[in-house]
């Protein structure tokens, strides 16, 4: 008996994706996609654009870093963000700016700004790197980075719920009517 097709099946890791957004001055960092995340990426840009919801560019130029982290609320308090109570972050997509004063006459001032953004996932993910739960985590990420979407609660268990999935044998079974989902298909 296979157990992952009984129909109470979906069970989920009680972890916060944490994914808001910041706005504090940081040092921007020099560009970095791990490769095994860089690899999932590109599947996700491959079947957005299967699904005629391409990447722009705009949001592509914008994300500088993927990135493994050892501990993402650790990371989370160096860009200036308050602890998530429940601990344990799985992942998270963070907008960053920094601002550079130009200037400082009476007249003359202003701002010069940039903007990217980074995604942080839990070292944790990383020793299965062909894993059900990393790519769920990582689409879950992008969601949020490139596509700018928030959390779908409600009964759909779908990839932009606010926790991954725990069974991976679920996720697999799943993952087609998912990633429809995610780009808006039925
Ligand atoms: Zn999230």
């Known amino acids: 008996m296979k157990r992952w097709f009984l129909p109470i099946a979906i069970t989920v890791i009680p972890v916060a994706l ?7 001055e940081v040092k921007a960092p020099d560009p970095y996609f791990e490769p095994a995340l860089a690899t999932i990426m590109t599947q996700f840009k ?3 654009a299967g699904f005629g919801k391409p990447v722009s560019s705009w949001a592509l130029a914008k ?3 993927v990135s493994f982290v050892s501990d993402v609320e650790r990371k989370r308090a160096e860009y200036g963000m308050t602890a998530d109570p ?3 972050t799985a992942g998270a997509c963070t907008d960053a700016k920094v601002t550079n004063k130009v200037g400082e006459g009476a ?14 996932i839990s070292q944790q993910y990383a020793h299965d790197p062909h894993g059900w739960q990393l790519k769920e985590l990582v689409y879950h990420e992008l969601g949020h980075c490139l596509l700018g979407l928030d959390h779908k609660p409600g009964p759909e268990h779908g990839i932009m719920s606010s926790s991954i999935h ?7 079974a799943n993952w087609d009517r998912m990633v429809r989902e995610l780009f808006g298909q039925r």
């Open 86 to 88: 429940h601990g344990d």
């Open 18 to 24: 944490s994914c808001k957004t910041i706005r504090r």
């Open 107 to 120: 007249l003359e001032y202003r701002l010069s700004e940039s903007s990217w953004q980074e995604i942080w």
């Open 46 to 48: 491959r079947d957005a």
């Open 63 to 65: 994300l500088r870093v």
């Open 166 to 172: 725990k069974d991976p044998q679920w996720i697999a």
